[in-house]
Nanobody, 115 residues
Framework: QVRLVESGGGLVQAGGSLKLSCAAS????????MGWYRQAPGKQRELVAT???????NYADSVKGRFTISRDNAKNTVYLQMNSLKPEDAAVYYC?????????WGQGTQVTVSS
C-alpha cells in the first residue's frame, strides 16, 4: 500500500500563487509516475500535471506556463507550484501515484481562488 498526503492548499486571490506538496509513504518502491489531478464542483476529475522519476513532465494545456510540477525522489515527494492563479483553477487537487499497475490517490486539498 501507498499513502499519499497532500498539503498546501488554501485561499488565494486571482493572480496569486500556491505551492502544493504530496508526500508518499508505505510500499513506495518504484513509484512512477506521480502527478496532480483536480476536480471542480460538478465537473470530472482532470489531469493537471505528471512527472516521471526521470523528470519528464506533462501538463494540461490550461496550466502550461503557469504551473510547474517537480519531484524530490529522495523524499518521495511531488510538488505543484501554481502561479498566476485564475478563478477557474479553483478545485480539490488530488495527488496521484502509480506503482506498477496500481494507482493511488491522496485525500485531496482544496484550492480556492477569489476574483
Amino acid at each position: 500500500q501507498v499513502r499519499l498526503v497532500e498539503s498546501g492548499g488554501g485561499l488565494v486571490q486571482a493572480g496569486g500563487s500556491l505551492k502544493l506538496s504530496c508526500a508518499a509513504s508505505g510500499s513506495i518502491f518504484n513509484i512512477n509516475p506521480m502527478g496532480w489531478y483536480r476536480q471542480a464542483p460538478g465537473k470530472q476529475r482532470e489531469l493537471v500535471a505528471t512527472i516521471t522519476t526521470g523528470g519528464s513532465t506533462n501538463y494540461a494545456d490550461s496550466v502550461k506556463g503557469r504551473f510547474t510540477i517537480s519531484r524530490d525522489n529522495a523524499k518521495n515527494t511531488v510538488y505543484l507550484q501554481m502561479n498566476s492563479l485564475k478563478p477557474e483553477d479553483a478545485a480539490v487537487y488530488y495527488c496521484n501515484a502509480w506503482v506498477l499497475s496500481s494507482v493511488y490517490w491522496g485525500q485531496g486539498t482544496q484550492v480556492t481562488v477569489s476574483s
